[in-house]
């Protein structure tokens, strides 16, 4: 799992105090909710036509957001 999957998955979980001990529970509507949120910011910023990632500058058209999607969450197509 690359680190912005691992941080969007970190935020998706509900801790939950039992009184005697707490536990956490993913909520996987958050999750996906988070992924989704991720993804309509890179297609807003590509539709300005640049995106950075990191130190890494490249100008991109909104048509190549789906690239850039798989691109930013190192996913393979």
């Known amino acids: 799992m690359n680190d912005l ?3 969007l998955y970190d935020q ?5 105090d039992h009184g005697d001990y707490v536990d956490g529970e993913l909520d996987p ?3 996906a909710e988070l992924i989704v949120r991720e ?3 890179v297609c807003e910023v590509a ?3 640049l995106l950075t990632h ?3 500058e490249q100008s991109y058209g909104a048509a190549d957001a789906k690239r850039y ?3 930013w969450f190192e996913v393979d197509e």
Not at 12 to 16: D, G
């Open 39 to 41: 993804c309509m910011r």
């Open 5 to 7: 999957i691992a941080k």
């Open 69 to 71: 999607i798989s691109d």
């Open 47 to 49: 539709e300005t036509g």
């Open 29 to 31: 509507v958050k999750f």
């Open 54 to 56: 990191g130190l890494k």
């Open 12 to 16: 998706s979980i509900v801790v939950k």
